[in-house]
């Protein structure tokens, strides 16, 4: 085989692992990969340098080229002074069948680069990437330099030198390319990854700015309040009336705070066990006053024995979220359903239905965004993202119904706990 198909095919061969590397290994199997990465490094970089080394050219007096050296180079500074190491060894022994002097100017001139890996790898990945790319390359241009010179000194021959010089370029090209394509596949996964963890980043850091904003509100109407409570002239309704405006706008600036606080919370250990029917018998007790204020009439249908996971407050909340909103859909009066049942593939559903003003699809739509309300002052548009977030912490599912005018259904589905030990 002549240089050109040798140093392509090698290349190739390069390239080709370190994609199915970083495609099964790393994004695959990460965990796996993250214990034993410099393992999982040394078996590519090893199974690379004998491939290379199986397809080589026999230059004359002792010299084979190949692109051995990019995996040695790269695994090393990626993978540290351990991976350079036994990289090293693989690459020295893997000589040995070729025989001749060979071995030794192998050997030196590993040696010397696998000082040099192990000198920068401890820098390397810290750099920039045309930092990297300078890096590997003049590795491969120093490693080319060696070769040529040792060629000249040890057997006096500077003939060769175009075939050298082709070598030479190759293998700088080669390292080049290997290097950067490594740095765009770990860029990517980086931002793979920097993108899921931003989808709740976000949500949370886009929330406490507006959060701020939304408590500074009430608190400044409050203020107001109270500066003109200062007045001793100020008549006994008036006074009243300022109160209550001041309570109720601190009351809201709570509301906001607390729906917020919910969201932002780490998720919780799912260990206990609470009861369905007793968790939304204790939320109804909490609601009955407001229901009865806008003359609501709480119906429940509610089956017994039923257990989820999870943290009682939570369900408490999201119950009490929907059946809010519920009450809050029918200002002047109507019915609320509340029943939970047992479904066929081990979950429990639970379903609040109202008979009040319902919503148009595109209202329906946009349910559970962050400050969606259609209650201007009266609102966070917090309620229920915060029930689909703690619905789906528990495993669950939230479905909503609703119709215009006529009214709206909430269907909460959630697993059962420990379903193999209720029946035994
Ligand atoms: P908030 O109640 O503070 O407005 P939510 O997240 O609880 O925020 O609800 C968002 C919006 O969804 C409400 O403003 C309302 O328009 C609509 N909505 C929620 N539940 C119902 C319901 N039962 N009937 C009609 N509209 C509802
Ligand atoms: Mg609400």
């Not at 479904?343 to 559970?368: F, R």
Request: aromatic share 10%; glycine share 6%.
């Amino acid at each position: 085989m002549d240089l050109l198909t040798v140093l392509v095919l090698n290349l190739i061969f390069i390239l080709f692992t370190t994609f199915v590397f970083q495609y099964i290994i790393v994004n695959k199997f990460t965990s796996l990969y993250r214990k034993n990465a410099k393992t999982f490094i040394i078996i590519l970089g090893a199974i690379q340098i004998l491939f290379c080394m199986s397809f080589t050219v026999i230059g004359n007096k002792d010299f084979i080229f190949d692109l051995r050296l990019i995996p040695v180079v790269v695994g090393g500074l990626y993978g540290g002074p351990i991976v350079s190491i036994m990289l090293f060894i693989t690459v020295v022994l893997a000589r040995i069948p070729f025989g001749g002097n060979g071995i030794w100017i192998n050997f030196f001139n590993m040696l010397t680069i696998t000082v040099l890996t192990v000198y920068l790898s401890s820098k390397f990945r810290a750099f920039p990437l045309s930092r990297k790319l300078f890096t590997v390359v003049a590795v491969a241009l120093s490693y080319t330099v060696l070769i040529f010179l040792m060629k000249a000194a040890v057997f006096d021959d500077l003939s060769n030198f175009q075939f050298m010089l082709l070598y030479g370029l190759a293998l700088s090209a080669g390292i080049f390319i290997v290097t950067y394509y490594i740095e765009i596949m770990r860029q990517n996964y980086l931002l793979h990854n920097a993108v899921i963890k931003s989808d709740k980043i976000e949500v949370v850091s886009q929330l406490a700015a507006s959060v701020s904003h939304e408590v500074r509100n009430p608190l400044t109407v409050t203020r107001g309040f109270l500066q003109m409570l200062k007045d001793p002239t100020i008549e006994e309704k008036k006074r009243l009336y300022y109160l209550n405006t001041a309570i109720d706008e601190l009351d809201r600036a709570e509301t906001i705070i607390k729906d917020y606080l919910n969201f932002a919370k780490p998720q919780s250990e799912m260990d206990s066990s609470i009861c369905v029917k007793e968790e939304i018998e204790k939320a109804l007790e909490l609601i009955l006053p407001y229901a009865n204020h806008f003359s609501v009439n709480i119906k429940k249908d509610l089956m017994a024995g039923m257990n989820v996971a999870g943290e009682a407050a939570k369900l408490h909340q999201c119950i009490l979220n929907i059946i809010k909103n519920g009450i809050e859909a029918m200002p002047n009066g109507g019915d609320l359903v509340i029943s939970c049942r047992e479904m066929a593939n081990n979950h429990v559903s639970i379903t609040i239905e109202d008979t009040g003003c319902g919503m148009s699809p595109q209202q329906l739509a946009k349910i559970g965004e962050p400050y969606f309300s259609t209650k201007a002052e009266k609102g966070t548009g917090l309620g229920m993202m915060v029930v689909n977030k703690i619905i789906h912490e528990m495993g669950g599912t939230v479905n909503v119904k609703s119709k215009l005018n006529a009214g709206t259904q909430f269907k909460i589905t959630l697993p059962l706990y420990n379903v193999e030990k209720r029946e035994t």
